[in-house]
């Protein structure tokens, strides 16, 4: 029996839909990501504070940029930052405390991870990149050591940070493979050193990426739309 015109308009519909899913996995598409667009309230304090969810990206719904520190004393602060107009940045650092991240993967492979980080004359400059895909009871690293610069510093090649200007030496990336297609996946930017007091680093642009990757039932969808184009004609 021959399917109806109306059924047929209607599965073309959702084999569209499921088309347009699809054609997301040709390319990397941005997962989540925070380019600071609102100020930390003057006067934050503590060992821990939490920014909020990603500001652009395909799955920002709880996703999640906070801070924590082993000092109560430490400021959180929104001063300019790499190119926007705000950043977010904290003084106080110990080893081990950190900058965190969390997002869903879900659906998503080859996922990769950059942020733009600077420092103080007196900021921690030596940085780890760790992961973990079960909520924190076991972590990997993705990057033993990363040198944050301070902008500005004679022989850098670059300036202080402003919210016209944005500069490639500050920015970090790499390659987050065992990622892929977690409901939920952190990353964190771990001090390896304890500095003066009132050091500070402050980091913007944090963004997590991927190449979607559609449900099966996506991909028996495209084939329908290709049916029905051959039945119709």
Not at 96 to 110: A, F, I, K, L, R
Not at 133 to 156: K, N, R
Not at 202 to 220: E, K, L, Q
């Amino acid at each position: 029996m021959e399917p109806s015109v109306q059924n047929l308009s209607k599965l073309t519909i959702v084999a569209a839909v499921a088309a347009s899913a699809l054609s997301l996995s040709a390319s990397g598409a941005v997962i989540a990501s925070w380019s600071m667009p609102t100020s930390v309230t003057t006067g934050t304090v503590g060992t821990s504070f939490t920014y909020g969810a990603a500001d652009a990206g395909e799955a920002t719904a709880g996703s999640s940029l906070s801070s924590t520190h082993a000092a109560a004393a430490t400021a959180y602060s929104s001063p300019a930052g790499n190119g926007s107009t705000y950043s977010l940045s904290s003084n106080n650092w110990a080893i081990g405390d950190y900058y965190q991240v969390t997002v869903s993967t879900s659906n998503y492979q080859e996922v990769s991870f950059s942020w733009d980080q600077s420092r103080s004359s007196t900021g921690p400059s030596s940085f780890e990149l760790v992961m973990s895909t079960d909520g924190g009871s076991t972590w990997s690293t993705l990057m033993a050591s990363v040198t944050v610069i301070q902008a500005g510093l004679a022989g850098t090649n670059t300036t202080s940070w402003n919210a016209t200007t944005s500069q490639a030496a500050f920015t970090t990336s790499t390659a987050a493979a065992d990622a892929s297609d977690h409901a939920s996946v952190i990353f964190r930017i771990r001090s390896l050193v304890t500095t003066a007091a009132a050091g500070t680093s402050r980091i913007d642009n944090v963004v997590v990426s991927g190449t979607f990757v559609p449900a099966p039932g996506a991909v028996a969808l495209l084939g329908l739309a290709g049916l029905i184009n051959r039945r119709r004609r």
